[in-house]
């Protein structure tokens, strides 16, 4: 199977020249082209084997809270079952996105005590949900609880699995130059992708993420999605090297703890000072260097950093 885009432009951002996506049955081959910030042309080439995608997500599901709450209500159910009815009698009822325990037994303490076993029930009952479904409960910039894709886990399951991405990048750059030659021309071809307009975080709880290799093989992603495949390669390029994501309102990029430069643009996080860069595109960000909109936020502290590991 063979997926293929053409197109040649002059508009001033990221500039996708050529896509194509090969499969085979071991692996799919991914081919771009395009055009980076100095008008050179680029192109990498790399296969990535179905085996080691077989066990990451391809998909992510918008989180429903009805949805999780069923689940939670079901699990309390089967909890609530193996109580002696000599001990205590529950009973389980959802109104709304709540669900609400009457329980009647011989003394307060009794009832106390059932009462927090259910809720325990509950509490682990909608964490493994969260799990399952990887999603995970965060804080938004406005320090604001919300539900959204694991982004951290997204990284460490894929790291393996882009490997051979990882590397195609690598095998171009001058193998006696830093890091930040290899960072600027992934950062090229990432920024080259179309972009995918990111819907409220907090509202969409999920909804149009892309998991890396999801993002590769529609040759399209949001901030978020975009993020996270970046991070996904950097960490295979530099397992050891602190990194964080950096998640404002409505936008998402990365910090990396390397030594700045002038004019670099970085946040500090545990006594660390992170470099900044934005994958997302389509305008040419070299690495050190983010838009005047998160300069402010940054600033502002208006932002919450979830770290690599």
Known sequence: MLICLLGWGSDAGARQQFFERTTTDTGFGFHYQWVDR???????????????????????????????????????????????????????SQRGNDIQMAVVAGNNNQITQVKQQLTRARELAFDEYLDEHYFTEYRTPMNQPAIKPDHVRYVSENTMALIPL??????????????????????????????????????????????????????????????????????????????????????????????PVAGDT??????????????????????????PDTVMAVRNQRYVLEAIQ
């Open 266 to 291: 970085t946040l500090k996080h545990n006594n660390r000072d992170f470099v900044l860069f934005d994958p997302t595109g389509p305008a040419q960000l070299p690495f050190g260097q983010v838009s």
């Open 38 to 92: 100095n008008n050179a042309m680029q192109s990498v080439r790399f296969t990535l084997a179905r085996e080691a995608l077989a066990d990451v997500p391809l998909q992510q599901t918008a989180y429903r809270p009805a949805i999780a709450q069923r689940y939670v209500y079901v699990e309390m159910l089967k909890s609530a079952r193996e109580i002696d009815p000599r001990v205590a009698r529950v009973n389980l």
């Open 166 to 259: 990882s590397q195609a990048f690598y095998e171009k750059v001058d193998q006696q130059s830093d890091a930040r030659n290899y960072m600027n021309l992934m950062l090229g071809w990432l920024q080259s992708i179309p972009y995918d307009t990111l819907e409220d975080r907090a509202d969409s709880h999920g909804a149009g993420f892309s998991p890396p290799f999801t993002l590769l093989s529609q040759n399209l992603g949001d901030c978020d999605s975009k993020a996270v495949l970046a991070a996904s390669i950097v960490r295979a390029f530099l397992p050891s090297t602190p990194m964080v994501l950096v998640l404002l309102d409505q936008h998402a990029l990365l910090g990396l703890a390397i030594a």
